[in-house]
């Protein structure tokens, strides 16, 4: 997903401790972007182990990058409640109403956990990625700083100040947020994202970009972010088979994001696939439709 109202969704993905087989193939299935099977191999758990705070945060997750929102909340809900004390439940369950486009709902959840716990890092965090959404964002930049100051060691909130400043255009502060994000998480897949974002469109070093894209990509290899963006890089240097690999695994991860559609319907057409290429820019103009539209009709309240 790209920046703006469609959050650029990144997921914190909690594995605790569990005996199971099924529970660690089901993490790994999430890490690849398999999310059905996800959903199919926590069915099969054991009841007591199906209703754990871990296995439902995990189907929560799974189901709302399958934009099945309803039942990911309900999954979210029902792993805070087996947990109340985890704050990153909420912050999830915070996550999955950005997705679903119901930004007010998720300023409220996070502002109404801060009144309960002021001291939270990552719930400061949540209410920056739901006021970012909102286009907020001198509110969000507020939000992002002020986890910061609770927890000066929190890789993600750094990384969410670094998506801030790459949407609105500052170079400075965005170069500044993504190499703190990347040496304060070093093996933090986003931090490598977004430097790698740095690197290659205000550095112009493509071969040191291409690097950190390729890292994130081996931390999470259903990051369609990072795909799509070493896809770009290998489009410049004429690998177009590679390319394609890259923009369809992307694409299969997340199909509501346009652009790669526009990317990928060019490389299709340097390979000579022209049915294919239109097609992919079919995609591409009707989902570029469906975003101007709403935007028409002033969505965000």
């Not at 801030?164 to 304060?184: N, P």
């Not at 489009?235 to 890259?246: D, F, I, N, T």
Request: hydrophobic share 40%; with cysteine; charged share 25%.
């Amino acid at each position: 997903m790209g920046t703006g109202i469609v959050l650029t969704f990144f997921i914190s993905l909690l594995v605790w401790p569990s005996e199971s087989d099924l529970y660690l193939q089901a993490v790994q299935a999430f890490q690849q972007g398999r999310f059905n099977d996800v959903v199919d191999l926590l069915s099969r758990l054991p009841t007591t182990e199906l209703e754990g705070p871990a296995s439902q945060n995990l189907k929560a997750l799974a189901l709302c990058e399958l934009r099945r929102f309803d039942e990911a909340l309900a999954a979210s809900v029902r792993a805070g409640e087996a947990d109340p004390a985890n704050l990153n439940y909420v912050y999830n369950q915070g996550l999955i109403y950005i997705a679903k486009k119901d930004f007010r709902g998720a300023e409220k959840l996070f502002r109404d956990a801060i009144s309960r716990t002021p001291n939270s890092s990552k719930l400061y965090e949540g209410l920056g990625e739901s006021l970012f959404s909102l286009y907020e964002f001198p509110e969000a930049e507020k939000s992002f700083s002020k986890a910061l100051e609770i927890e000066p060691s929190n890789a993600s909130a750094e990384v969410a100040r670094a998506k801030l400043y790459y949407a609105t255009g500052d170079k400075e502060k965005f170069g500044a947020a993504a190499w703190r994000a990347l040496h304060l998480g070093p093996d933090n897949y986003q931090a490598c994202y977004y430097y790698g974002l740095w690197l290659s469109e205000y550095e112009r070093d493509k071969v040191l970009a291409q690097k950190y894209f390729e890292k994130s990509i081996e931390l999470h290899p259903g990051f369609a972010g990072a795909l799509s963006a070493l896809g770009k890089i290998l489009s410049g240097q004429g690998k177009w088979e590679r390319a394609v690999e890259l923009y369809e695994r992307a694409l299969a991860v997340d199909p509501q994001d346009r652009q790669v559609y526009f990317q990928v319907s060019a490389a299709y057409r340097k390979l000579g696939r022209v049915e294919k290429a239109d097609w992919a820019m079919q995609q591409f103009k009707a989902l570029e439709a469906e975003r101007v539209s709403p935007l028409k009709k002033s969505q965000v309240p």
